[in-house]
């Protein structure tokens, strides 16, 4: 015998979009960040574009120190390795501002170096790619188009940025 229909509920429609998990990575993160000092992310993630990737492959954010219930004027434990240790001690009022223009506000006041080795998982050296070298044809008509340019100063870095986009090109074809 068979059995009357129920009327099952419909499940919830979906009302927004998939999203990127990306976009969810702040939220799961920050209880394991913030254990660390690091109110946001970003310094970790971020730092290869705060100090540079040559820094960032022998330096490692550590753990961001504020004083009892300060959030500015922190010290940023930073790991180092080798003898980068003196070129960052030179290089802090500038490391401490790039932070700070990351940050938005004064959250570093200083930097407190630790010499141990920094996991090159986080810090991998970028290997720097062979440029490619354009087409003759094409540098010879960027030089004739740049050369109506009447400023010297103008015409040089028109050529240069010319050049760049122009072994970028040369590289995409070369990697097809």
Known sequence: MKQPKTSDPKPP?????????????????????????????TLITDWPA??????????????????RGERTGGVLHIRVQGGVATELQHLEPMIVERINSHFGYGAVARLRLVHAPVNHRQA??????????????????LREVVSAVADDEARAVLERIGMAILQREAGRKDSR
């Open 124 to 141: 991998q050296r970028r290997k720097p790619e062979r440029a490619a070298t354009p087409d003759p044809e094409l540098k010879a008509g």
């Open 13 to 41: 429609e979906r009302i927004g979009r998939p999203r990127p998990v990306a976009a969810s990575l702040p939220k799961l993160t920050a209880k394991a960040i913030g254990k660390h000092g690091f109110s946001e992310g």
């Open 50 to 67: 705060i100090v540079g990737h040559d820094l960032a492959a022998v330096s490692q954010p550590e753990k961001l120190a504020f004083s």
